[in-house]
Each structure stands twice: as structure tokens, then as C-alpha cells.
């Protein structure tokens, strides 16, 4: 089973400000390794209670980034409902999956995917990249995306996303027999995974093009490791990923993207010398429980945009809140020269917000640099 993700991700609506106004400098300026004025922030929520939208404000005002995410999946023609039959929903999603899931349920079952097993993966085709559709975020026409664009603009740092050659490739394959494939079928899974490649690759250009994002750049979003280390070994990455890699990062970069960064749950650090070589700038969310240290970080890659830090799963959940403080602080030094923007993976309901609202002080007080 694959989870759906869900949450209120700072974004394209409400909230204004002072926060805002140098959003995209002081992100950038940390992009840079220059100082900002402040400590940049980049969390996430899964929800935004009434409670502590009285105490915070609007949910955009916690966050200097937004994600701006385009439809990527290669087949969003062929999504649609199946049935419902004894408390499950069956659908046809827009990777291609038939899928099953409860009302409401985070999980989702695939229980067929398209390109299975004994399919050449030549012999499928995806919908065009650059569909006007992949690039409407939900609204009516271009016009009415291009003005909510310009306030997300005015309000934050925006950034493009796509997902990257692993996970995607997991999506169309299957997640067992992918993995089986990088095992005992190189051949294949490099097939697979140039071809997805590809596919993200187009449709980052294009939304680097329709959405301007030459003043910030993208994100590639791409879970390919756990707590203990990658999902796959450096030599397998090596094979069947990094040519992937290098042309999606080098595409980004000559459609002019200023930045290119990676998202990668876990501990991907057996991966990152070839991914830096490859051309990657930063890297989240850096995640505590899975050994990724910011200190160790910073003196083995100097030069790597590091960004996230903050536990979400002990931290900020059990605190105390001195821990809490400690923990921001010590972010929040490393990142007086720039090349640091703290937050966590997520903001889940567990989070009291007696510990957020320390964190969120700490960055407003410690993470002050402008005096």
C-alpha cells in the first residue's frame, strides 16, 4: 500500500505581511550563501486548527516557501472512477493504477499497474507534457492561475516541483517489482526510469517556462531511502539512475532555473557525492531520526543548501520545550551565513502547540539577523 499524501502546504492564498514582503530574497539570499535578514522558514501542515490559526495567523505567514505542483502523472486521461463495493472505492488514478481505498483512508491498495510484468516499456505511450491542463492548479483558465501565481509570488518563494526517476518509476511498475527489477534487470529498470525521467523532466521545463520560476527554481521530489540508508545501493543508483539524474538537473538549469534541489525522506547520504556531482544544490528535510545531523552536514558538503532539521517525531512532539529551543537554535546559528533554511518534514496534528509556538518564537527571536 502507498500513501496519498495529505496536508495544508503555505501556499498560493491568504495571509500578508511583513513575512512575506522579502520572502524571496531572504530564501534565496540563503540559496546563495548569503545572509539573510532572518532565519528562512519551510514547514508544511497536515491540518491548521481554528486554535492555532487564532495564535499564529493565517497559515502562509509560518512559512517563507511555497511548492507549486503540477499534474506530473504520465496519464491524467485515463483517471477516473471505477465502483464502490463493500466499503471500497476503485479507481483508475492518473499514473495509470487501478487502485482501491477506504472513504477518507490515507493508504491506497495498486492492485494493477501499467507497465507490468513482460510489458515494453516502449510500447506505452504518456499523455503530452504539456497538456494546458497539467498547469491550472484548479483553476478555470490561465488567467485566473497566472493572478493567483503573481500573489503567491508577492507573499512567498516559489518553487517548482517534480517527482524524481525512483519513485515515480515505482508508480508505473510496482513498487516490489521495480525494486526486483533493480536487481536481477538493469537494463529494464534503467529503461524505466529514463522513460519516466523523461516524462518529469518535460514537465518541469514547461513549468519552469508557464509558471517563471528563473528567479527561484525547482525541487525533486524523490524518496528513495529510509532511516538506516537508501532503498537502493550506490552502485545500482550509479547504473540505473544518475544518467536520469544528469540530464533532468542540466534541463532545469538550461531552462533557467536558479536553483535545483532534492527532497529525499531518510538517509540518502551513501547517494549524495554522485547527486551533488550530478548537479544537486540543497537538500531536505533532513530528517534527526533518520542520523541526517546538520553540524556533520555542513562540514562534508559546505557548499549544499541544507534545509529542514527540525525533529517532527520527537522534538516537537515530546519536547520539552528547552529541547525545543536548543534544537531551533542550534539551526538557526548554522545558518547566520546563509545556506540554511529550517522546518521539519511535516506539521502532524501530534505536534502541541505549546512546542510549536516555542519553535515558531525561537525563529522569530534567535533567528532575527538583522540587528
Known sequence: MRGRRRGVVPGSSGGAGDHHAAAQERVMAACGFRAPDRIPRWDSFWEYPEEWRRRFGSVEGLSDVAIWVPDETPFPSRARGLREAQGWIYEVDGW?????????????????????????????????????????????????????????????????????????????????????????????????????????????VEQIRRYDLRDTGIWIYDDMAHNEGPLIGPEAFERVFLPAYRRMIRAYREAGAGFVGLHCDGDPRPLLDMLVEAGIQGLNPLERRANMDMARMREQYPRLVLTGGMCNTETLIKGPVERVVAEAREIIELGRGGGVIIGTHSISPEVPLAHYAAYHETCLSFGDFSG
Open 96 to 204: 495509470g493504477r487501478t487502485i482501491r481505498r477506504r472513504p477518507d483512508a490515507y493508504f491506497v491498495e495498486t492492485l494493477e499497474v501499467p507497465i507490468p510484468e513482460g510489458c515494453d516499456p516502449e510500447s506505452v505511450g504518456f499523455d503530452p507534457p504539456d497538456l494546458d491542463s497539467r498547469y491550472l492548479q484548479g483553476h478555470r483558465d490561465e488567467s485566473e492561475m497566472g493572478a493567483a501565481l503573481a500573489e503567491a509570488k508577492r507573499r512567498q518563494c516559489v518553487f517548482g516541483k517534480t517527482g524524481g526517476p525512483f519513485l515515480r518509476s515505482t508508480f508505473v511498475r510496482g513498487e516490489t517489482q521495480f525494486l526486483m527489477d533493480i536487481a536481477g534487470d538493469p537494463p529494464l529498470a534503467r529503461a524505466i526510469a529514463e522513460k519516466v525521467g523523461e516524462h518529469l523532466t518535460a514537465v518541469g
